[in-house]
């Protein structure tokens, strides 16, 4: 199982970013070390902060350690973190493996450097995320402040893997139950931001799994946090493009940054034309 807990330490951070705002939502993008082609693509796109008029929004990436160990690959990492302060980096090896020790990296982040959000969307960076509907029709910013809040692609019929051939196996000894507590499939999910800080917090005394979606589902389990069903099927999509349906959804599967780019443009574009309902 991944080393947890350890005291990771931050070797990249960016601990002002939230002290002269509150924002809205914050963004945390499941990032590598070498990707930074993807991350400009997403800069440029649906993590533009300037982007979305009226709501502080901020975007930033979380990585580990390159399993490639060469000096430049840090310091071409240190050099994009100066030059656009969004980037988040503790001393675990980065790989796939490790994504619950860096979804936990960002947890921490929020709850230490960032307290004052509303809420955290937690999506990869193969995923095209449409801000406003998140926003508008999903977090409702007219409402009083949320708490306890967890939702996106429900599963309620996850199974761990009892089969030693298989990379996921899971042992009886690291999680004895049949069948895994409801979760939110971590390609992209949205939780207010107090479950930062009571997430990271019961972690540190939960074996922690590399399936990091399933991890979740024990965490808010153990937390006695039920999980919101959205209304509709809008979280972890795969759809052909079209302005429309993409209008009225939150995560869809885009496959990579020159399809984001690509799609964006259009999107973006033909904003303001709206759609029919
Ligand atoms: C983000 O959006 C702003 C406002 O539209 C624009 O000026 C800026 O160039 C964009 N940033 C990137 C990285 O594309
Ligand atoms: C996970 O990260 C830890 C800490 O850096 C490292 O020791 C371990 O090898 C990593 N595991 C995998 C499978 O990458
Ligand atoms: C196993 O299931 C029981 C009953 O649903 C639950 O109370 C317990 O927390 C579960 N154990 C784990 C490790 O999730």
Not at 11 to 27: A, G, H, R
Not at 51 to 80: C, D, H, P
Not at 169 to 174: F, G, T
Request: hydrophobic share 35%; charged share 20%; proline share 6%.
């Amino acid at each position: 199982m991944p080393p947890y807990p350890y005291p990771y330490k931050f070797t990249i951070n960016q601990e002002d970013k939230c002290s002269s705002q509150k924002p809205f939502l914050v963004i945390l993008v499941i990032s590598s070390c070498h990707d930074k082609a993807t991350r400009t693509a997403i800069r440029e796109t649906w993590g533009n902060e300037s982007n979305y008029i009226g709501f502080e929004v901020v975007t930033v990436f979380l990585v580990g350690i390159s399993a490639f160990r060469f000096k430049s690959i840090q310091w071409m990492l240190e050099e994009e973190s100066g030059a656009f302060g969004d980037i988040i980096q503790q001393n675990f090896l980065d790989s796939y493996y490790n994504l619950t020790i860096k979804t936990l990296m960002g947890m921490q982040w929020v709850a230490t450097f960032c307290p004052n959000a509303n809420f955290v969307m937690k999506i990869d960076s193969d995923m095209f995320l449409n801000v406003d509907y998140l926003i508008h029709q999903l977090l409702l910013p007219e409402l009083p402040t949320r708490t306890n809040y967890f939702s996106g692609d429900v599963c309620t019929d996850g199974e761990p893997i009892r089969d030693k051939k298989y990379k996921w196996y899971v042992p009886v000894e690291v999680y004895p139950n049949k069948t895994y507590p409801p979760y939110c499939i971590g390609t992209g999910y949205v939780f207010s931001a107090d479950l930062a800080k009571k997430i990271y917090e019961v972690a540190q005394v939960t074996t922690v799994m590399p399936m990091e979606d399933v991890f979740m589902g024990i965490c808010l389990q153990k937390l006695n946090v039920p999980l919101t069903q959205p209304p509709g099927h809008v979280f972890n999509r795969y759809n052909y493009y079209d302005r429309c349906i993409f209008h009225k959804l939150v995560a869809i599967h885009i496959g990579g940054k020159y399809q984001l780019q690509k799609v964006w443009q259009d999107f973006w574009s033909k904003k303001s034309l709206g759609c029919k309902n």
